[in-house]
């Protein structure tokens, strides 16, 4: 009800944009005639075919999210030109000439009407006509709305919103018919102002063209949607509602966004497709991970507690995996992971990321506890923040009437799952591909895509080199001949490898040494004391973790067979 409630007021302030300049005159000529059989018939007529063009715009948008990647090619260059029309007034009059003409004949059979009849259907019919001349003036304005309800699907509640926006504005022009000239002045006098926040306007929609072509944040699109209202709603709700607070009561848990379609994911495991309207009703956590994520995997024993835990109260958890690696794309990898992993809840398979632009998320992990009525009402990046988030489960649990939710879950995570030691963390995640390789250092540097013999050199603290015959590609460094080898000097309790055999599938033996020296006591999950393993699929490998005092070491790795894909270094 308040998105109604804003749609209608920013409505009303309608009336104060150079946007309203060209509907005025429409308004005003009939300001000498009977309000109930001319004015209002008119803004009704208005208010309708403005909110039915509207819905068009959020309808064929839709129809281009659905289309997945050509639909997201078609919207950025609908995004372009909607900030060059910004930017260009003319080419926005050209594009909208046709509208405009329409409306213009639909006014002069209105007057038609009118002097012939009764004046009621001519003023719905000047209403029609208004409307349409309204509708691409206000393209502008209600753009960043319309491109939120695209990405939410066009449904009646779009066509609601619209309605109430067009409606706030009806009833400010109908409370202007009686000051018309004042108010005409007022708003011809911000027209120069308005032109250049317009411009500027433009700029920054052009500016965000660009961020998104050349792929800087793919979440730049489902950001600027109706969802980006919420810190409005939470001053307005402030006002009306203040929040009376009780000694021993949780803190109230503020609306951070509102839960987007699940209709992206190209298949799920553990569960038929899921939709939001079928999860009304429901406390949803909706967790962002991927497989070969060292941090997702540090979260998954409190996920799978969670789920286990509240599946009887009310609780939904459901995993999206999205892909950070080609090879995470492979739903049978997907299928094997969530096995070993012991993952019972649902996983949305998001290789497109349309989930994730829904969100407009931007991190692995993340997690978003969304209330049985669709509102998110919490949300959390990274690793830790455990306690707070069940206890924004429990808080949410027993708003919807369950209330046998006290307690928090106890893990004792294992392996990889294990937390880092964070407080002795001096290494970075570090990629091996070309595209975000940094603080190489092996003589000559990296040569891209093809086969090349590299020295690993000296690496001083972070930094590191390959030796022997690779292929560097974009995202991962493929080895040619056997007896390769990385060495990285590191400062970190344990070090992760991401790796995969060769196209063949071929197992690739290895043997690590810190310092020169074998493992011991200090060999991870994936290798023995010797710090011997063998790589039999694309995933996160353990290769150390020290038993005793963390201290500055030399890392390496040399493979005994060929065919070795490398892709990054975590660290814990």
């Known amino acids: 009800m308040l998105l109604f409630v804003l749609a209608y007021l920013g409505g009303v302030l309608t009336i104060v944009s150079p946007c309203i300049l060209p509907v005025l005159p429409f308004v005003f000529a009939r300001a000498d005639r009977p309000f109930l059989s001319n004015g209002l018939p008119m803004l009704v007529g208005m208010a309708v075919t403005f909110a ?3 819905t068009l715009a959020a309808v064929a948008g839709g129809w281009a999210v ?3 990647e050509w639909g997201r090619i078609a919207a950025v260059a609908l995004l372009a030109l909607f900030g060059a029309t910004l930017l260009v007034p003319r080419l926005a009059d050209r594009l909208t000439r046709p509208l405009v003409v329409l409306g213009g004949r639909l006014s002069e059979a209105a007057e038609d009407v009118g002097t012939r009849r009764s004046p009621v259907p001519a003023s719905l019919l000047l209403g029609v006509a208004t409307g349409l001349l309204w509708a691409p003036c206000a393209g502008p304005v209600l753009g960043l709305i319309l491109t939120g309800a695209a990405l939410n699907g066009a449904n009646p509640q779009t066509s609601l919103l619209l309605l109430a926006y067009a409606l706030g504005a009806a009833t400010s022009l109908a ?6 000239g004042r108010i005409f002045a007022a708003v011809k006098r911000s027209l120069g102002a308005g032109e250049w926040i317009r411009r500027g306007l433009g700029v920054a929609v052009l500016a965000a063209v660009a961020t998104i072509v050349l792929g800087l944040d793919t979440g730049l699109l489902t950001r600027v949607s109706l969802a980006g209202t919420t810190s409005i709603e939470h001053g307005l709700i402030d006002r009306l509602h203040p929040v009376t607070r009780i000694a021993g009561q949780p803190a109230p848990l503020p ?3 509102f839960f987007p379609p699940l209709a992206g994911a190209v298949d799920w495991l553990n569960s038929p497709p899921l939709t939001r309207e079928s999860l009304k009703g429901k406390v949803v956590l909706v967790q962002f991970w991927t497989y070969s994520c060292i941090n997702c995997l540090r979260t998954i024993p409190y996920v799978r507690a969670w789920a286990e835990k509240y599946k009887d109260q009310g609780l939904v958890v459901i995993g999206v995996h999205s892909p950070e690696f080609a090879f995470e794309r492979n739903i049978d990898n997907v299928r094997k992971a969530i096995a070993d992993l012991k993952i019972g809840y649902p996983v949305a398979i998001d290789n497109n990321y349309a989930v994730w632009q829904a969100f407009g998320n931007q991190y692995w992990p993340a997690q978003y506890i969304i209330e049985t009525q669709g509102r998110i009402r919490h949300e959390h990046f990274g690793e830790e923040g455990y306690d707070e988030s069940e206890r924004v489960i429990q808080q949410l649990l027993a708003e919807a009437g369950h209330k046998d939710v006290a307690g928090l879950v106890v893990v004792s995570p294992a392996g990889v799952e294990a937390a880092s030691d964070t407080d002795d963390v001096g290494s970075p995640e570090t990629y091996v591909g070309f595209r975000q390789a940094e603080r190489f250092v092996s003589p000559g540097g990296a040569v891209p895509n093809a086969s090349h013999v590299y020295e690993s050199g000296q ?3 972070n930094q590191w080199g390959l030796a022997g015959d690779w292929t560097v590609g974009g995202e ?12 990285y000097r590191f400062h970190a309790r344990d070090l ?10 071929r197992p690739v033996r290895f043997r690590v040494t810190i310092d020169g020296a074998a493992l011991g006591g200090s060999h991870g999950t994936d290798t023995d004391a010797n710090g011997q393993g063998t790589v039999t699929e694309h995933r996160l490998y353990q290769l150390v973790r020290q038993d005793g005092r963390v201290a500055d070491r030399t890392f390496e790795i040399r493979f005994l067979d060929p065919g070795v ?3 990054a270094f975590t660290f814990g």
Do not use: K
Request: proline residues 7%; aromatic residues 4%; charged residues 10%.
């Open 52 to 54: 039915a063009v509207a």
């Open 66 to 68: 659905a289309a997945n």
């Open 175 to 180: 409370l202007a018919l009686r000051a018309f």
């Open 255 to 257: 609306v951070v966004g």
């Open 459 to 461: 690496p001083r603290l």
């Open 476 to 487: 991962r460094a493929s080895l040619n001949q056997a007896g390769g080898g990385i060495v």
């Open 496 to 505: 992760h490898l991401v790796l995969g055999p060769g196209p063949d599938g």
């Open 565 to 567: 894909q490398a892709y």
